[in-house]
């Protein structure tokens, strides 16, 4: 069993940066895949980018490549996703999600956190 817990959203202007916490419990989460995905109103939930258990594979959404990054510490049970050069259109609330699978771009991940809502003024 694994609990998320996502921290670090808020407002941001146009071109600007906010990192993403997502830390987990438990003394396994080395062993997951992490994903980052986000839903805004209306629409359906999307892949962000996922990293994987040792944090050597990393993969992202081709509308964050080169603005985004995801990395993860181990040993503190977090994994993060630092937002560079945001944009009005990346309003939308972010989730983290584990699983012990490759699930990586799919909705398929067994652990959800609750989410951090990120709003990106233009």
């Known amino acids: 069993q694994v609990q998320l817990v996502e921290s670090g959203g808020g407002l941001v202007q146009a071109g600007g940066s906010l990192r993403l916490s997502c830390a987990a419990s438990?003394?396994?989460?080395?062993?997951?895949?992490m994903g980052w995905f986000r839903q805004a109103p209306g629409k359906e939930r999307e892949f962000v980018a996922a990293?994987?258990?040792?944090?050597?594979?990393?993969d992202y959404a081709d509308f964050v490549k080169g603005r985004f990054t995801v990395s993860r510490d181990n040993a503190k049970n977090t994994v993060y996703l630092q937002m560079n050069s945001l944009k009005p259109e990346d309003t939308a609330v972010y989730y983290c999600?584990?699983?012990?699978?490759?699930?990586?771009?799919?909705?398929?991940?067994?652990?959800w956190g609750q989410g951090t809502q990120v709003t990106v003024s233009s």
């Open positions: 999600a584990a699983d012990l699978r490759y699930a990586w771009r799919s909705t398929n991940y067994a652990y």
């Open positions: 438990g003394r396994t989460f080395s062993s997951y895949n």
């Open positions: 990293i994987s258990w040792s944090g050597s594979s990393t």
